[in-house]
Nanobody, 129 residues
Framework: VQLVESGGGLVQAGGSLRLSCTAS????????IGWVRQAPGKEREGIAC????????YYAESVEARFTLSSDDTNNSVYLQMNHLKPEDTADYFC???????????????????????WGQGTQVTVSS
């Protein structure tokens, strides 16, 4: 399994970025898949996740209404559209996936980001003030 992220960079506060994650070795629609970020000196934070169990996309409160997770079955990819970026969004962003557990929705995986099985290498996002 391989997850490859792209799209990070430097952006001014209020700007937008779109992160991409292309998967191989798994079908994104069959897995719980999401985005996790880690800022310098801080713990991992699950920020968005989709799992077919429940069929709903969950977001962390810190990014709700600003970030949007989407998927493209044709390209076996997921995306994270990030709008209205803030300096506190500065972090390394990781695409992550795991086999879904029937009893769990994406909300569980956001709360426990270390439960993801597969991880990309990360892409850096820096938001300047």
């Amino acid at each position: 399994v391989q997850l490859v992220e792209s799209g990070g960079g430097l952006v001014q506060a209020g700007g937008s970025l779109r992160l991409s994650c292309t998967a191989s070795g798994l079908t994104v629609d069959d897995y719980a898949i999401g985005w996790v970020r880690q800022a310098p000196g801080k713990e991992r934070e699950g920020i968005a996740c989709y799992s077919r169990n429940g069929g709903k996309i969950y977001y962390a409160e810190s990014v709700e209404a600003r970030f949007t997770l989407s998927s493209d079955d044709t390209n076996n990819s997921v995306y994270l559209q990030m709008n209205h970026l803030k300096p506190e969004d500065t972090a390394d962003y990781f695409c992550a996936a795991r086999p879904p557990v029937t009893a769990y929705s994406g909300r569980v995986y956001i709360s426990h980001p270390d439960s993801f099985t597969y991880w990309g290498q990360g892409t850096q996002v820096t938001v300047s003030s």
